[in-house]
């Protein structure tokens, strides 16, 4: 069985200012991570996601995370972020071979400020 | 191609009424998934599925909760005789998959049930 730590349920930041949201995870067995975003009212989106190779992965609109498997952790960051990037962003976590069968966090609410 | 559509997108329910939610997946995806989340809190797997067969339904209530996904049609989640413990966003995920690699799934905008 897996377990997904989001420890933060709230990040206030200020516009253009950086940003990192904490994930780590619990697992015996080899994972697949990622991230969605939740907009209000919204479906989730998949934000990126790590299968294998190089640990830091990167999605279009800015956002990174980088897989640390000592500290089983998978942080998001984004240097600088928009008053757009306001959503929930939930880390999750699937069983290699074990379909898309994805156990969440319980997200983190990232509110961007002017 | 349209994505997952999930519907209906609000739904009110009287304590006892019964609930069906539909799901169509993305075209060509075989694999379906139902997630249930409730306030504040994050997405709890609740059944996993293929075409005519329940694959994983370790997170579905013992009682009341059934899931299917016919040969032909949407995949229906069916909430019976419904409680206000049962509101919250229901949501439906499909994708493709390969064996050890996985791929994407598609989230569809959820159903928001409301037990009154």
């Known amino acids: 069985a897996q377990s997904v730590t989001q420890l933060d349920s709230q990040v206030p930041v200020f516009e253009e200012a950086p940003v990192e949201l904490r994930c780590n995870y619990s697992s015996s067995v080899s994972v697949y991570l990622f991230w969605y975003v939740q907009y209000p009212n919204q479906g989730l989106q998949l934000l990126l996601k790590y299968l294998s190779g190089s640990t830091l992965v990167k999605s279009i609109n800015g956002f990174e995370a980088e897989f640390n498997k000592s500290q089983t952790s998978f942080h998001l960051r984004k240097p600088s972020v928009h008053i757009s990037d306001t959503a929930e962003y939930f880390c999750a976590v699937s069983e290699r071979g074990g379909g898309n069968k994805l156990t969440f966090g319980t997200g983190t609410q990232l509110k961007v400020e002017l | 191609n349209a994505g997952v559509m999930q519907n209906p997108r609000h739904l009110v329910r009287r304590r006892g009424q019964e609930a069906r939610l539909r799901c169509s997946p993305m075209?060509?995806?075989?694999?379906v998934y139902w997630y249930r989340q409730l306030p504040e809190e994050g997405l709890k797997f609740m059944v996993y599925l293929q075409k005519e067969n329940i694959i994983d339904e370790s997170g579905m209530p013992k009682e009341r909760f059934s899931a299917e996904f016919p040969k032909e049609g949407p995949s229906i989640l069916r909430i019976q005789q419904v409680v206000r413990g049962d509101s919250a966003a229901y949501f439906c995920?499909?994708?493709?998959?390969?064996?050890?690699?996985?791929?994407?799934?598609?989230f569809g905008q959820g159903t928001r049930l409301t037990v009154v």
């Open positions: 995920a499909s994708s493709l998959y390969r064996g050890e690699m996985n791929t994407e799934a598609f």
């Open positions: 075209k060509g995806h075989s694999h």
